[in-house]
C-alpha cells in the first residue's frame, strides 16, 4: 500500500510559478511510472504529466507542455511538478497517483491517488 501527499499550492498571480511535492511512503515507488493530474471547478479530472521509472521519458497535456515540468527523485521517494507561466485556466485541485495500467494518459490506470493540493491562479 502507497500513500501519497501533495503540497506546495497555493495562490498567484497569472504569469507566476508554483512547484509541487507528491511525497510518497509506504512502499517505494521508484519502479512505477508516476502521473499529475488535475480537477478545475465543474471539470471532470484530466492528465497533467507523466514520468517514467528511470526519468527516461516525460508526457505532458498540451495546454502545459513548454510551461509545466514533471521530475522525480527517487532516493527521498517523491516526485515533482515546477509550473510556470501559471494561466487563470489552470486554477484546480492537483493530484499525484502511481500508474498501474498501459496508458499514462488514462485516469482509469492509476491508483493510490493522494488527496490533492489546490492552486488558484488569479487573473
Known amino acids: 500500500q502507497v500513500q501519497l501527499v501533495e503540497s506546495g499550492g497555493g495562490l498567484v498571480q497569472a504569469g507566476g510559478s508554483l512547484s509541487l511535492s507528491c511525497a510518497a511512503s509506504?512502499?517505494?515507488?521508484?519502479?512505477?511510472?508516476m502521473g499529475w493530474f488535475r480537477r478545475a471547478p465543474g471539470k471532470e479530472r484530466e492528465f497533467v504529466a507523466g514520468i517514467t521509472r528511470r526519468s527516461s521519458s516525460t508526457y505532458y497535456a498540451d495546454s502545459v507542455k513548454g510551461r509545466f515540468t514533471i521530475s522525480r527523485g527517487n532516493a527521498k521517494n517523491m516526485v515533482y511538478l515546477q509550473m510556470n507561466s501559471l494561466r487563470p485556466e489552470d486554477t484546480a485541485i492537483y493530484y499525484c497517483a502511481v500508474h498501474v495500467g498501459s496508458s499514462v494518459e488514462r485516469e482509469t490506470d492509476y491508483a493510490y491517488w493522494g488527496q490533492g493540493t489546490q492552486v488558484t491562479v488569479s487573473s
Open positions: 509506504g512502499r517505494t515507488i521508484s519502479s512505477y511510472t
